[in-house]
Every structure is written in structure tokens, then in C-alpha cells.
């Protein structure tokens, strides 16, 4: 009980979390909506409230998601391996740069062929938008549309996974009797 008072004068003093900023500490994630000497409120995305003693915030590292204004945000993006790299590279930044739920101001969009993956050459795509849990989720919904549709307008084929069958040696055929003999 101590532990908790302490942990929660500290608390109250620091400026690093406050009323309203979204966090994650453990497996809690969601908005501040309450601190007290001793515990803390914590309003999930789902609705539910987390009452949690302060000396878990205290001691455990705690993820401050509003603490800026703008959040990073990253998509994959896969493009199939007869398309041009580069071509494809500059139909992605156009379209995310469309976006109005992308800020653009300060911070970069980045694109960035990332690997050879089973059936695509996969760009790692990054943004910046507003640093609330509902703001992430529009623009990476608004982007991932905007590329689809720029990438389908472009001619320039998302491919769904190949698979290949390879035999060491031959298939043996039956024939089937067919019903009617």
C-alpha cells in the first residue's frame, strides 16, 4: 500500500504522463482517464476500465503513444517480381502522399524495397499522422485504399501467394472408368 502511495506521488509530479495521453504498460493499453495516490484509471479502446496501482506504472516501462502529436506509421506492401521496382516505388508515394490523414509538414514519407518475399517484393511504407489510437487506424485504412487503387490504376499486379509442385519423378495417371461404359 505504501509502495502504491509512493509510486503515486511520483507519479502526479512527473509531466511525462497525464489525464488524456493514451498509454501502454504490460498488457494494458488505453486512455488515461484517472490518476490517483494510489491507482490509476486506465479507459481501454474497447470500452473497459483497467484500475491499475500505481507501482505497476511505476516500475514497469510504460509507453506514452500521444506524448508527440504525430505517430510513425508503417505498412508492407508487396508487388509482384515482373513489375518495376522503381516504378512501383514512385506510384506508392504518390498515392500516400494524397492522403489527407498524412502529415507531411516536417516528417518524410519513406518508401523502401524491403525484402524478397514468397511471392512479391515487399516496400516497407512510413508516414506520420495524428498520435491517437482512432487517428492511426484511419490513415493506415485510408493509405492501404489509396495504394490498392493507385497500384490497380497503374497496371502494377499485388500478387497473391504462388505455390509450385515439384515431383522427382513421374506422376502415375489412373484412368477412370467413365459411368457410362
Known amino acids: 500500500m505504501f509502495e502504491n502511495f509512493l509510486a503515486g506521488i511520483i507519479i502526479l509530479f512527473r ?29 481501454r479502446t474497447d470500452g473497459q476500465l483497467v484500475i491499475v496501482p500505481n507501482s505497476i506504472l511505476f516500475k514497469n516501462p510504460v509507453v506514452v503513444r500521444t506524448d508527440w502529436d504525430t505517430r510513425r506509421v508503417t505498412v508492407i506492401c508487396g508487388v509482384a517480381y515482373d513489375e518495376d521496382v522503381d516504378a512501383a516505388r514512385d506510384v506508392i508515394a504518390k498515392a500516400v502522399s494524397t492522403c489527407d490523414t498524412v ?66 519423378g513421374p506422376v502415375p495417371v489412373q484412368a477412370t472408368p467413365h459411368p457410362e461404359n
Open 15 to 43: 509531466r511525462e504522463m497525464r489525464i488524456g495521453d493514451h498509454i501502454e504498460c504490460d498488457d494494458i493499453e488505453g486512455e488515461v482517464t484517472h490518476i490517483a495516490i494510489r491507482e490509476s484509471h486506465i479507459r
Open 103 to 168: 502529415h507531411q509538414d516536417d516528417k518524410p514519407i519513406q518508401i523502401f524495397a524491403q525484402e524478397f518475399a514468397d511471392s512479391s517484393i515487399n516496400f516497407e511504407v512510413t508516414w506520420w499522422t495524428g498520435s491517437k489510437p482512432v487517428d492511426v487506424r484511419q490513415s493506415r485504412d485510408q493509405v492501404v485504399a489509396t495504394v490498392k487503387r493507385a497500384l490497380d490504376d497503374a497496371g502494377i499486379e499485388i500478387p497473391f501467394p504462388y505455390r509450385t509442385l515439384t515431383f522427382n
